[in-house]
């Protein structure tokens, strides 16, 4: 019993591989994953009173869920002059470092490609948790076949439960050592951030270190955000 268990199992694994890996001969990759093209477009970013996001229809009103970033990127040589060499190197918008991606936490990411070179060429969005949406992690001849020359591709993802800074590259031979860039991602609410509070002015208590030679004064509060809390009613938020 054991071994038909073990037998179906590879070929369930097998199964999913053969059908998880892109079939590189068609030049249009989303006709291999339908139900992919499928999600996408139910989600599909319109602009509506100069916003551009996610809208739903509730209680007859048009309510907006979520925002959307639309970005292109152009794939060419640019002439880049470092260590005293000048050469032409692979780039992002004639951009070296690439173009910064801006996005808030939960936003919908759209990124067109459009491939201006001779060679193929993929960008992978490092970091970034793809959840529902592989075919847009980049890798190319894993996820998605490469962008082939003159050609375009629209990757679309949702960033979601993530902050930080992050990166893009390429994914595919050597490219990424000249197209990357940064991805800086801004939280739905802001960190706490601590500080400290002291009632008499700071430099004299430097003055103090110095001509004494201790530690400064122990502060008259801890805060956060520049508050000390609830404890301290009197303190003014300017």
């Given at each position: 019993?054991?071994?038909?268990?073990?037998?179906?199992?590879?070929?369930?694994?097998?199964?999913?591989?053969?059908?998880?890996?892109?079939?590189?001969?068609?030049?249009?990759?989303?006709?291999?994953?339908?139900?992919?093209?499928?999600?996408?477009?139910?989600?599909?970013?319109?602009?509506?009173?100069?916003?551009?996001?996610?809208?739903?229809?509730?209680?007859?009103?048009?309510?907006?869920?979520?925002?959307?970033?639309?970005?292109?990127?152009?794939?060419?040589?640019?002439?880049?002059?470092?260590?005293?060499?000048?050469?032409?190197?692979?780039?992002?918008?004639?951009?070296?470092?690439?173009?910064?991606?801006?996005?808030?936490?939960?936003?919908?990411?759209?990124?067109?490609?459009?491939?201006?070179?001779?060679?193929?060429?993929?960008?992978?969005?490092?970091?970034?948790?793809?959840?529902?949406?592989?075919?847009?992690?980049?890798?190319?001849?894993?996820?998605?076949?490469?962008?082939?020359p003159g050609r375009s591709y629209t990757y679309k993802f949702t960033v979601t439960g993530q902050r930080g800074t992050?990166?893009?590259?390429?994914?595919?031979?050597?490219?990424?050592?000249?197209?990357?860039?940064?991805?800086?991602?801004?939280?739905?609410?802001?960190?706490?951030?601590?500080?400290?509070?002291w009632n008499l002015p700071v430099e004299g208590i430097e003055d103090e270190m110095y001509k004494y030679g201790s530690?400064?004064?122990?502060?008259?509060?801890?805060?956060?955000?520049?508050?000390?809390?609830?404890?301290?009613?009197?303190?003014?938020?300017?």
């Amino acid at each position: 019993m054991m071994n038909m268990y073990s037998v179906l199992a590879k070929i369930l694994v097998l199964t999913f591989v053969v059908t998880a890996i892109p079939f590189c001969s068609s030049s249009n990759t989303s006709k291999r994953y339908q139900f992919n093209v499928l999600y996408a477009r139910a989600r599909v970013c319109v602009f509506v009173g100069g916003n551009l996001g996610v809208y739903n229809i509730r209680n007859h009103r048009i309510v907006l869920t979520k925002l959307c970033v639309l970005v292109d990127f152009q794939v060419e040589w640019k002439s880049i002059t470092r260590v005293c060499s000048t050469k032409a190197i692979l780039t992002v918008n004639g951009e070296y470092p690439g173009p910064t991606i801006a996005v808030n936490e939960g936003d919908d990411v759209e990124i067109k490609v459009t491939n201006g070179v001779s060679i193929n060429t993929t960008i992978h969005w490092h970091g970034i948790k793809q959840l529902r949406t592989g075919w847009a992690d980049g890798p190319a001849y894993v996820t998605q076949c490469p962008i082939k020359p003159g050609r375009s591709y629209t990757y679309k993802f949702t960033v979601t439960g993530q902050r930080g800074t992050l990166w893009w590259h390429a994914h595919i031979a050597w490219q990424r050592a000249t197209i990357y860039g940064a991805i800086i991602i801004y939280p739905r609410m802001p960190y706490p951030f601590a500080g400290e509070w002291w009632n008499l002015p700071v430099e004299g208590i430097e003055d103090e270190m110095y001509k004494y030679g201790s530690g400064p004064n122990s502060s008259d509060a801890y805060t956060i955000n520049g508050l000390p809390g609830s404890l301290y009613p009197c303190s003014v938020k300017g």
